[in-house]
């Protein structure tokens, strides 16, 4: 069941984002794709590294060397390839906000604790809903459109994701009459 979920699982995502694929501007290039499965494997390594060896310790602490070690690679590039300007507005206080609070912080504690208490395989597979969110959030955010396409991905993945991620039935002992 948990294997069938998975490959159902993925047939949605693959569907959410079929109609992106070879638009001009939607941003998903062969560079694009390429770090997106790069970051898939590695934080399926890092969340199988946390589960083995570090589920044991302090949120905050796991948290906060997480962060360090994201700084410790992100800072020197953003200084080789960034312009270093920023233009300080609404948007840009908002965007950080979501960013930080939501995204970072909030995101980063909720992985670790599933991670804690659940079954890596189930974590894992939450990792498919990414897109369908992401999609229904630029649908409500920002005026992008959803096809049917999506939307009937959205459910199969969805679907999958259930399969993946359900807990076996005890058996029912039948009653003797």
């Known amino acids: 069941r948990h294997w069938l979920g998975l490959g159902i699982g993925l047939a949605g995502v693959i569907l959410v984002l079929w109609p992106k694929f070879g638009v001009a501007g939607s941003g998903i290039t062969p560079a694009t794709l390429g770090a997106s499965i790069c970051a898939v494997l590695a934080i399926s390594a890092g969340t199988i590294w946390q589960k083995r060896h570090g589920s044991g310790g302090d949120l905050v602490t796991g948290t906060f060397w997480q962060y360090v070690g994201g700084a410790a690679v992100a800072v020197p590039i953003a200084l080789l390839f960034e312009t270093r300007t920023v233009v300080f507005n609404g948007e ?7 960013l930080v609070l939501v995204l970072s912080v909030g995101a980063i504690f909720l992985l670790m604790i599933l991670i804690r208490d659940g079954e890596m395989s189930k ?3 939450l990792f498919y809903l990414v897109p369908a969110v992401t999609a229904l959030m630029a649908w409500a955010l920002f005026g ?3 096809t049917p396409v ?15 991620t359900a807990r076996a039935q005890a058996p029912t002992r039948a009653r003797a009459s």
């Open 92 to 98: 840009l206080v908002f965007a950080m906000t979501w």
């Open 150 to 164: 999506q939307i009937v991905g959205m459910a199969i993945t969805t679907l999958g994701v259930g399969l993946a």
């Open 144 to 146: 992008e459109t959803l």
């Open 123 to 125: 974590v894992g597979s």
